[in-house]
């Protein structure tokens, strides 16, 4: 069976970075692509950006590209996010998901983490 | 930039009644569509990919359809735990992953 665990929820103040890790199993990591989404409380979901495990080609999207980072270790099989430069209005729940590359859907995904700025 | 507009927002119905929703693109998409459900305090679920086609264990009252800018989600009779938001999803435009902003299926 196929799991994505994401890291538990943060309190960070503003201005501050925060990194989020999504830990998988029951599949070959290094096959697929990992996306990120980002989802601001009672809103709808918004791509951040997909990272390939094999090559570690980064796609982000433009809004988020200054300020976030992903990558991966393919020795633990685990995917990690970090945004910088937090404000207020970053306070949403972000999930990992399996891309499943070229124009392919998000077929499994990670249970969220709550990431909360506030000072 | 690619918009997904998915209507109506929320869709009061009751269980054993028809469920359909839409979703709009504003440029073609070919038939990269997919469907996502989300409860409330879980994580989405993919229902459909290639606009059509079911993903491992989603039952068969979903059903989808379409191309190019046009889509829909049927659900054919809705159960209890069907009630909850839908998102749309276009890849056509890899690597980009936008989404529509959601139809919320509500117990009327």
């Known amino acids: 069976q196929i799991h994505l665990v994401q890291s538990g929820g943060e309190l960070k103040n503003p201005g501050a970075s925060v990194r989020v890790s999504c830990t998988v199993s029951g599949y070959n990591f290094s096959v697929y692509l990992m996306a990120w989404m980002r989802q601001v409380p009672g809103q709808g979901l918004q791509w951040l950006g997909s990272i390939s495990a094999a090559s570690g080609q980064k796609f982000y999207t433009q809004t988020f590209q200054s300020r976030l980072t992903l990558t991966t270790d393919p020795s633990t099989n685990t995917a990690f996010m970090e945004l910088q430069s937090l404000t207020v209005d970053d306070t949403a729940v972000f999930y990992c998901?399996?891309?499943?590359?070229?124009?392919?859907?998000?077929?499994?995904w990670g249970q969220g983490t709550l990431v909360t700025v506030s000072s | 930039e690619i918009v997904l507009t998915q209507s109506p927002a929320t869709l009061s119905l009751s269980p054993g009644e028809r469920a359909t929703l839409s979703c709009r693109a504003s440029?073609?998409?070919?038939?990269?569509l997919a469907w996502y459900q989300q409860k409330p305090g879980q994580a989405p679920r993919l229902l459909i990919s290639?606009?059509?086609n079911r993903a491992t264990g989603i039952p068969a009252r979903f059903s989808g359809s379409g191309s190019e800018t046009d889509f829909t989600l049927t659900i054919s009779s809705l159960e209890p735990e069907d009630f909850a938001v839908y998102y749309c999803?276009?890849?056509?435009?890899?690597?980009?992953?936008?989404f529509g902003g959601g139809t919320k299926v509500e117990i009327k």
């Open positions: 440029q073609s998409v070919s038939d990269y």
């Open positions: 999803q276009e890849r056509r435009h890899w690597p980009s992953g936008t």
């Open positions: 290639r606009a059509s």
């Open positions: 998901a399996r891309d499943r590359g070229v124009r392919g859907e998000f077929d499994h």
